[in-house]
Nanobody, 121 residues
Framework: QVQLVESGGGLVQAGGSLRLSCAASGSIFSINDMGWYRRVPGKQRELVATVTRAGSTNYADSVKGRFTISRDNAKNTVYLQMNSLKPEDTAIYIC???????????????WGQGTQVTVSS
């Protein structure tokens, strides 16, 4: 069993910064891709950014140049540095990870519970 626990959300003024963290724990042999998504009530979940185990990154157009995703493989943790925040970035931010439980098993997608980010104008 794997748990993903996010932290770092909160209330910030427009133009400010926040750093989110997501730590994976439990039955982990290795982790493939890790990512951040966000959800606004009434809208579909939106991809924010992903990072491969080797460090290759991918971003939604709406956050390019403002957000940076990174990971620490030794700590099974993924980060999201969010700068120049805008009110439209307000959402619940959710991390996910493709966790390989053992050397003989395929990866399983795991999701965290989410952390609220609110950007005031």
């Amino acid at each position: 069993q794997v748990q993903l626990v996010e932290s770092g959300g909160g209330l910030v003024q427009a133009g400010g910064s926040l750093r989110l963290s997501c730590a994976a724990s439990g039955s982990i042999f290795s982790i493939n891709d890790m990512g951040w998504y966000r959800r606004v009530p009434g809208k579909q979940r939106e991809l924010v950014a992903t990072v491969t185990r080797a460090g290759s990154t991918n971003y939604a157009d709406s956050v390019k140049g403002r957000f940076t995703i990174s990971r620490d493989n030794a700590k099974n943790t993924v980060y999201l540095q969010m700068n120049s925040l805008k009110p439209e970035d307000t959402a619940i931010y959710i991390c996910n990870a493709g966790v390989v439980p053992s050397a003989t098993m395929a990866f399983i997608i795991n999701w965290g519970q989410g952390t609220q980010v609110t950007v005031s104008s």
